[in-house]
């Protein structure tokens, strides 16, 4: 099929819940992507965070393929090695304690909500279970996790949303402070705000969330859908901030493009879910297990020490021009804002896409950048080439 037919049947056969760029792919190579007609894209977006380790990485393809060829899924009734090794390296690699897997971040962050409530209704009974979140957070699509997300956009339509969610503003430790009444039972940050426009927490106002969550034994949750899994420069950010959160949830780059997330746990929180409480049909399959496996071995020190480099370079040369409507560069490793002054990031980011880079937009003012982890110099100096020209 060509382009034109692939959008014709979309048209007719498909709910318009997407604002699509005007592309079709067919397949992928490195950090590059093609058109059906052969066009090529060098891929800034990785599928939103997800595909970390790039198209066509052979060694990904032969641990999937392998899988696939021995058992496709199984359910949560039996064990098997794929999920039991994954959760391994992954404690190993975190000091959390044990994990639990789920497909995708709004159900990883599901369950890390009904953990903190269950953990504070266990310990402390009833009318302890709200949970604070920030300003211009955002932690999914479900009732729940919209009532989590602090952006009033998300607020309509649905009603009722789930109740026991209240929004502080971010970076303001005396708001915080004001809100942890007797009935929160934990507080839900992502420490870099990925949809809200990469909006990174200051380290200090972390560790005194850190601090003041300890001593009132209130969880502190991390939302680690987008900042985790190598993306900001470690494998999770929360390594980078002196910080040992109760729960972390992860999910779009875990299995490189496979539907997988989940949570970790600390020692504290690490029985709070017991047999009967929380379960998901697809959760921890072995093929997306043995794809976050590799993805896992391909992230070693190095390779995470290179997306810190990479993460530099690109912030290096877009300062280097000069450009009158690029404000500040945010972001850590390749999770990259850059605002935008006197431009639209919705008009910047279509123009690339015209000419052959794919990039994102967050928040208001924003253009994002979460290119494959394994990106070359060779792809981020084409990329950066054509965000030039349309700056
Ligand atoms: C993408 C994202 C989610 C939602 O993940 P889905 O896989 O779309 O359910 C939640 N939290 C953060 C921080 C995200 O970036």
Redesign the pocket.
């Known amino acids: 099929m060509n382009s034109t037919e692939i959008k014709a049947l979309d048209a007719q056969n498909v709910m318009q819940t997407y604002g699509r760029f005007d592309v079709a792919i067919e397949r992928g190579e490195g950090a590059k992507l093609y058109s059906p007609e052969g066009k090529e894209y060098i891929d800034f977006s990785s599928g ?2 997800v595909n970390s380790i790039g198209y066509g990485n052979k060694k990904w393809v032969d641990a999937i393929t392998a899988q696939a060829m021995k058992v496709q899924h199984l359910s949560n009734l039996y064990y098997s090695e794929p999920y039991a090794r994954l959760a391994s390296e992954l404690t190993k690699r975190t000091g959390m304690k044990n994990v639990f897997f789920s497909n ?6 599901e369950g890390m909500i009904k953990l903190a409530r269950k953990y504070s209704f266990d310990k402390y009974g009833k009318n302890r279970s709200t949970i604070i979140s920030l300003v211009q ?5 479900t009732i729940t ?1 919209l009532a989590a997300t602090g952006q009033d956009v998300f607020h309509n339509y649905f009603f009722p949303f789930t109740e026991g969610f209240k929004h502080v503003a971010a970076n303001d430790i005396t708001a915080l402070k004001a809100e942890l009444t007797m009935d929160v039972c934990a507080v839900m940050i ?1 420490l870099i705000q ?2 809200g426009g990469v909006i990174p927490l200051c380290p200090d106002y972390v560790k005194a969330v850190a601090e003041l969550c300890a001593a009132k034994d209130v969880l502190l949750l991390i ?5 985790g899994i190598g993306r900001t420069g470690s494998l999770f950010a929360f390594q980078q901030f002196g910080i040992s959160p109760d729960v972390v ?1 992860f ?2 780059g875990i299995a490189g493009g496979l539907p997988m ?1 989940g949570i970790m746990a600390n020692e504290k929180c690490s029985t709070v879910l017991v047999p009967g409480t929380h379960a998901t049909t697809f959760g921890g399959n072995p093929i997306s297990a043995a794809g976050a496996l590799e993805v896992l071995n391909q992230l070693d020190d190095a390779a995470l020490a290179e997306v810190t480099k990479k993460g530099a370079y690109i912030a290096e040369t877009i300062k280097s021009w000069n450009k009158p409507t690029v404000g500040e560069i945010r972001g850590k490793g390749l999770m990259i804002g850059l605002s935008m002054k006197n431009a639209s990031p919705k008009d910047v980011a279509s123009a690339c896409v015209q000419n052959g880079l794919l990039i994102l937009t967050a928040g208001s003012d924003a253009l994002r950048m979460l290119p494959p982890l394994t990106i070359t110099y060779e792809e981020l100096g084409k990329g950066l080439e054509i965000l030039k020209e349309h700056l």
């Open positions: 939103l965070g995708a971040g709004g159900e990883a962050n957070s955002f932690h999914g699509r996790t992502e990925g949809e939302d680690e859908v987008q900042t949830s999910a779009k997330g």
